[in-house]
């Protein structure tokens, strides 16, 4: 079979042959797809360019990691992936899987190579028509960003892994009671940074949600979350705790507007207690505003905007709160190919310092991306885009320019 020649090359040669051999699956056609089938292969491969992989302000000297090896502020990543997916019914029950194996190799900086499996599985589970629910656990690994990592000499890996049971019970007419448990663990190996913590959180929720006959919805839900620390004791030098408790209520609609616009909305307020030091302590109103709006068979327009609060720690400040804006014009060219332009801003005003400062940190995020993407069959799918980062900081040596190129080709059988 070709998905286990494509993955054994990989493993035994590298990404040079193994791309090779994926670009002859995509020549020869003889596999097909099918959306009926219960078991699917997928194997991808992709290059992408970045100029300032450590978004560095500008000036700067690239990172020296030490024992030897040479560093690079621009560098050439190449990765290929195999991968299964599976999707079958029985009955009232649903099961699916998908497990994707994929080798990240850097052209330069080649000690943030690294290789992971990460995973999705689900029990989509039916007591009736009426009582239905999910239960799943999914696993991903990502080298993240160095934008706010002030050591950029490690492998900075970040492994996510998720264990949730949720239920939804129509009660009578469109009147839903909703609920679930889930269990999320993030752990970075070699992380720079201490800000963000790696941690274990257990959160419950439970709410209702009402579904008119025009499947227009809104939904309100409480959630409350307990959390932990990994690998941390108290630190009061710093002034780092060990852990923490989070509530949230949100409110949630899906409305179609028209019969060619969707709107979909989330307002909430968040409210994140530390179990010794006070001073971490924030809360404050969150939500999200999605606009999609048709007017052709060929034309799509998304705008959205939100409000986030998120925990970063540093000596400076103990969160963040981010509020976005952006738009995604969408435009079907052919049949086959597809051009998009996303354009986004953020502004990132920083609070909660712990020493005293003479001014709270103050960003903005600015991101523009063009991409194309081309079906030439059902099976096979080609994605490319340009994009420039860039930003902006009322801190010394906080702002940068980033521009990414990047191209990814895709056989499913």
Known sequence: MQIYSVTRRVAKDGFKPALIMFLACLASGSSHADSDDAINFAVGANLRHEDNLFRLPSGSPPPNPGSGNSASKSDLLSTVYAGIRVDKAYGLQRFQLDVTATQYRYRDNDYLNFSAVDYRGAWLWSVSPRLTGTVSADKTSELTSYANLENTTIRNKRTIENQRVTADWLVDGGWHMVGGVWHQRSVGKNSATTAT?????????????????????????????????????????????????????????????????????????????????????????????????????????????????????????????????????????????????????????????????????????????????????????????????????????????????????????
Request: aromatic share 10%; proline share 2%.
């Open 197 to 413: 913590g790696d941690f274990d959180q257990d959160t419950a929720e439970a709410g209702v949600r009402y579904v008119a006959a025009n499947n227009n919805s809104i939904a309100a839900v409480h959630r409350e979350s307990r959390g932990d620390y990994l690998g941390r004791s108290l630190d009061t030098a710093n002034v780092l705790d060990t852990g923490y408790k989070q509530s949230e209520n949100e409110l949630r609609g899906l409305m179609q507007v028209t019969g060619n616009s969707f709107l979909d909305a989330r307002l909430g307020w968040v409210d994140r207690n530390h179990d010794n030091f006070s001073q971490r302590d924030f809360s404050g109103a969150v939500g999200a505003l999605s606009y999609r709006w048709t007017p052709t068979g060929k034309l799509r327009f998304t705008l959205l905007a939100g409000r986030d609060l998120v925990a970063y720690q540093e000596s400076a400040d103990s969160y963040y709160v981010s509020n976005y804006a952006g738009m995604m014009p969408e435009w079907l060219l052919t049949d086959k190919t597809t051009i998009r332009l996303k354009l986004d801003v953020a502004q990132n005003t920083y609070h909660g310092a712990v020493v005293p400062v003479t001014s709270m940190r103050d960003d903005t995020v600015r991101t523009a991306q063009l991409g194309v993407n081309w079906r030439p069959a059902r099976t096979i799918n080609v994605d490319g885009y340009l994009t420039h980062e860039q930003r902006s900081s009322n801190q010394t040596g906080l702002d940068y320019r980033a521009n990414v190129a990047s191209v990814t080709a895709a056989l499913l059988f």
